[in-house]
Nanobody
Framework: QVQLVESGGGLVQAGGSLRLSCAASGRTFSSYTMAWFRQAPGKEREFVAGISWFIGITDYADSVKGRFTISRDNAKATVDLQMNNLKPEDTAVYYC??????????????????WGQGTQVTVSS
């Protein structure tokens, strides 16, 4: 069992930055591919960024590439999402997710085993 708790959301103006953090419980964090998804009102949950459990390979949605950076600290059992140059279209609830020993980095939310409760990010224009 892994429990995930997100923090760091908030209200920011367009062009600003936020850093989301996800803290995981459990002793096997290093065996989980971790990802951030987001869901805006009336839209499906979408993949934002992921980092694999082996080597730390990363993947990003085209919409955030070059602006967002995902990182993990296995010793602290945390995964962060640094978000720069935020845009109003980045407004959503952001979720941290974990997949046990995922093959690659899945962009499908159904492939993830554990989820956090979500944190709201609002970008004003």
């Amino acid at each position: 069992q892994v429990q995930l708790v997100e923090s760091g959301g908030g209200l920011v103006q367009a062009g600003g930055s936020l850093r989301l953090s996800c803290a995981a419980s459990g002793r096997t964090f290093s065996s989980y591919t971790m990802a951030w998804f987001r869901q805006a009102p009336g839209k499906e949950r979408e993949f934002v960024a992921g980092i694999s459990w082996f080597i730390g390979i990363t993947d990003y949605a085209d919409s955030v590439k070059g602006r967002f950076t995902i990182s993990r600290d296995n010793a602290k059992a945390t995964v962060d999402l640094q978000m720069n140059n935020l845009k109003p279209e980045d407004t959503a609830v952001y979720y941290c997710a974990g997949e046990y020993r995922g093959r690659g980095i899945s962009r499908r939310y159904r492939d993830y085993d554990y989820w956090g409760q979500g944190t709201q990010v609002t970008v004003s224009s």
